[in-house]
């Protein structure tokens, strides 16, 4: 059974001067469908959606040249990639609980639609939209940084394993980047594992050359390298690119 979009309004932290511009946001076509089978008129959140990306996409790019203003124009398009990617947007979703208050056809409903990637996805841009359509840039902005550029790494509960928020493969992002700039390949070490055999937190550095490092913990080895090379990666992007690092900077184990 679908949740009430009040409490969805609580999760986003945004109240709506127009509640059908939410109600538009969470109407599947499989819904929209089944109600003009009846004569009624239904607008589905397609058209929600398109504008929804356009508008996600104007405002990670904005933030990120913000963020980054020595950036090159590659970096900034890697780094956008990841946030606005399908693997990001899920996360940002699921997070949200989205699926539990979006308005579905029985097809859909029985098929487990709810915790479909795409409908998530679909849902959370319609979502954006009507943020924008009911309060502006500034509001869409607001959440835009809350939920999607400033997701915080966490705890998949349900499968007790640990999700990215830009899901998309910080090894390989910075692989990249330091081949960009002529640098030796990232390294990674286990620099400790603590804790019992069956809940294990294990530490692990990333480092290129002599310059770039961080450690970073995580539940398997994998995540563990994962956030480690996503803090060197943010922190490379964000340097002058023209300007040489402090010599052996190191920063504090990631949280």
């Not at 819904?31 to 397609?46: F, K, P, Q, S, V």
């Not at 029985?106 to 939209?129: P, Q, Y």
């Amino acid at each position: 059974m679908r949740a009430e979009p009040a409490e969805l309004e609580l999760r986003l932290k945004y109240r709506f001067h127009d509640a059908e511009l939410l109600h538009r946001a969470l109407m599947h076509s499989s819904l929209a469908n089944e109600i003009r089978t009846t004569g009624a008129e239904a607008a589905d959140n397609e058209q929600m959606e398109f504008l929804g990306d356009s508008v996600l996409g104007f405002l990670v790019s904005e933030a990120l040249v913000r963020r980054h203003p020595a950036a090159r124009e590659g970096e900034l398009s890697q780094q956008k990639a990841h946030l606005v990617s399908a693997a990001h947007l899920h996360g940002v979703a699921r997070r949200l609980d989205l699926g539990a208050f979006l308005e579905l056809g029985r097809s859909e409903e029985m098929t487990g639609g709810r915790a479909k990637k795409t409908l998530l996805v679909d849902g959370l841009e319609a979502v954006i939209a009507a943020i924008y359509l009911d309060g502006g840039m500034d509001a869409a902005r607001e959440f835009v940084t809350a939920y999607v550029l400033d997701a915080p790494l966490s705890v998949d509960e349900e499968a007790g394993t640990d999700i990215q928020p830009a899901v998309t493969n910080f090894k390989s992002a910075l692989q990249e980047l330091a081949k960009g700039r002529s640098l030796p390949l990232p390294r990674y070490t286990v620099v400790r594992e603590q804790g019992p055999e069956h809940a294990k937190i294990f530490t692990v550095e990333a480092r290129v050359g002599k310059a770039w490092s961080h450690q970073a913990q995580g539940r398997t080895k994998k995540v563990a390298a994962q956030r480690a090379a996503r803090s060197v990666y943010e922190q490379m992007l964000g340097a002058d690119a023209a300007a040489e690092p402090p010599s052996g900077a190191e920063t504090a184990i990631g949280t």
